[in-house]
């Protein structure tokens, strides 16, 4: 019977939850790297005992740790990440140029293809690639240095490459995500990048239609159709059509266009879910009631889901990272809190359940579907 | 025998039980005592030091013989206690935030 495996980050550890193909009980693993922020975990598509760790700490820097056993042993793998040639410069919150550091790593993104390829996203933003199972890391700078990297400045959780998607359709073909820089395509394997953010509309920069400056929070795609793109913005939904070229709102009836992740089920290309937060300065459910809303219809068209949510006095925040499917037949949806919870669902988002409560702040979520 | 003590968020990533001894060669200094401590436990590198650069990270604090060294020249000697193993250097995770 089929399994599935949750890799939880947490600001204070890493967790592994287990359970069978039902999604009744779990087996719950962990703390792991006990009291060090865990932004992300993920195993590798092609090997998915294989899973890569981003461990980080404002006092000790950055580690990767690397799983080849399905996370029961951890080994620590290279934590060098140098900025390729001069780092050079972005703009800083007070409109200066500040310099390029690297801060932790965001994301980590193996290949659909080889364990031991791998991409990580940084933050002070840039793009690392290593291809011998995390051990060395090489940046991948033609994004930093296409040319618009120095008008980037941070969002209020710093300047982060935070989303990485690989086409599977095109081995050549990378989006990645960056707070406040945009969307970003290669069409080249990583060397050359431009940046996709038309038909995106930013109030809170001075030209709302500027290329670079918005503040994407997340995007997503379906693996059979990899041109269609979802997007969370700062504010508004976002769908793109033709790979990111253009982007169309989406947002229609959603109680609020604001919130940070952002999902597409596993066996329906036009359902997708968020989970609106009412605004940006209070980034909570709206009306404290914890609520995903989906659309059949690729956008436009929200319904709440609430079974087995809380709808009372809900506080809690689900970050970028936090939400992710499995593949199993009835598609399974997970999101966790920055109040300790993980929330599934083993039917696309109907009923819900708490599968922990009490974990420290939830920063990402990943689901694994195994044999 | 250079006695170093480490923050315990660095013991448990170098998976140490407790305080680390080190024969250094040469002169005793700040840098010749970390360089022998991460090359014992390469897993180190990066947490106290900047890998490129050689700098002190911003919380990491290094004492020793009721002095704060943490702004004394890498190259410095130690005091004679730290080299002669009676007294540990210690590595400190520096109190940040409230």
């Not at chain 1, 965001?106 to 031991?116: G, N």
């Not at chain 1, 069409?187 to 001075?206: A, C, F, H, V």
């Not at chain 1, 937060?277 to 914890?290: N, Q």
Request: hydrophobic share 35%; charged share 20%.
């Amino acid at each position: 019977m089929s399994q599935v495996r949750l890799l939880v980050g947490t600001r204070k550890g890493a967790f592994v939850l287990t359970a069978d193909g039902a999604r009744k009980n779990w087996e719950v693993s962990g703390p792991h790297f006990a009291g060090w922020e865990i932004y992300h975990l993920k195993g590798s598509p092609a090997d998915p005992n294989r899973i890569y760790v981003s461990q980080t700490s404002g006092w000790f820097g950055q580690q990767i740790q690397r799983s080849s056993d399905g996370g029961q042993t951890w080994e620590a793998v290279g934590n060098k990440f140098e900025y390729e040639g001069v780092a050079g410069s972005h703009q800083w919150y007070d409109g200066t140029q500040h310099p390029w550091e690297f801060k932790r790593v965001w994301h980590l993104e193996p290949s659909l293809s080889d364990p031991d390829l791998v991409y990580a996203g940084a933050e002070d933003a840039s793009l690392f690639r290593s291809a011998d199972g995390g051990q060395t890391w090489e940046e991948l700078a033609g994004l930093r240095g296409h040319g618009s990297g120095p008008s980037w400045q941070p969002g209020a959780g710093g300047m982060c490459l935070h989303t990485i998607l690989q086409d599977p359709a095109n081995a050549q073909r990378l989006f990645v995500a960056i707070s406040a820089a945009g969307a970003f395509r290669t069409d080249d394997g990583g060397q050359t990048w431009k940046p996709i953010n038309r038909g995106l509309k930013s109030q809170y920069i001075p030209d709302p239609n500027a290329e670079v400056g918005h503040c994407v929070h997340r995007i997503a795609l379906h693996p059979s159709r990899p041109g269609v793109l979802f997007m969370q913005k700062h504010w508004d939904v976002m769908r793109s059509d033709d790979g990111g070229d253009s982007w169309r709102e989406i947002s229609g009836n959603l109680p609020s266009d604001f919130g940070f992740p952002v999902a597409v089920h596993a066996h329906e290309p036009d359902t997708a879910y968020v989970l609106p937060l009412k605004s940006d300065a209070e980034r909570y459910p709206c009306d404290g009631k914890l609520r995903v809303y989906r659309s059949r219809a690729g956008g436009e068209e929200w319904e709440g889901l609430t079974q087995g949510l809380p709808q009372r006095d809900c506080y809690v925040n689900v970050l970028r990272g936090a939400m992710s499917i499995d593949t199993l037949d009835e598609c399974g949806v997970y999101f966790g809190t920055t109040g300790g919870q993980v929330y599934g669902s083993a039917d696309g988002g109907d009923t819900w359940a708490p599968i922990v409560r009490d974990l420290p702040a939830v920063l990402s979520v990943e689901a694994q579907t195994l044999p | 025998m250079i006695r170093v003590v480490v923050p315990a968020s660095l013991r448990a990533l170098a998976r140490l039980a407790g305080e680390v001894e080190l024969e250094v060669e040469g002169p005793i200094t700040q840098r010749s005592v970390l360089d022998a401590l991460e090359a014992r436990y390469p897993v180190l590198r990066g947490t106290m030091r900047d890998q490129t650069t050689g700098q002190r990270r911003a919380f990491i604090r290094f004492f020793a013989c009721e002095q704060d060294l943490s702004h004394e020249a890498p190259d410095a000697p130690l005091p004679e206690a730290v080299a002669q193993g009676v007294e540990p250097y210690l590595v400190i995770g520096a109190i940040a935030g409230g």
